[in-house]
């Protein structure tokens, strides 16, 4: 079954009709939209926060595998100066 275009059966409706079913819609649609606007908002407010919190985990990691790196008289000295180990 194929549909006709709103545009076609236009001229059909009397326009009183026509304005009460685009009131109509409005009022049920609107709601809806703002709706969607905040939870898209929302959205992008938590992936802004995923990102943060990616790069932090990034940088940490970075700081691991540079510590690994280090020869172990160097971590050593590093933890005596914190006052990890005496």
Not at 74 to 79: D, F, G, K, N, W
Request: contains cysteine; charged residues 35%; hydrophobic residues 40%.
């Amino acid at each position: 079954m194929t549909l006709a275009d709103s545009k076609a059966l236009a001229s059909a409706i009397d326009p009183k009709v026509r304005d009460y079913i685009d009131a109509k819609l409005n009022e049920e649609i609107f709601p809806i939209r703002d709706d969607l606007d905040k939870l898209g908002g929302a959205l992008l407010q938590v992936r802004e926060a995923d990102v943060a919190r990616c790069n932090t985990l990034s940088a940490r990691i970075s700081t691991v595998h540079e510590l690994l790196s280090l020869s172990r008289g160097r971590v050593e000295r590093i933890a005596k100066e914190l006052g990890d180990i005496e």
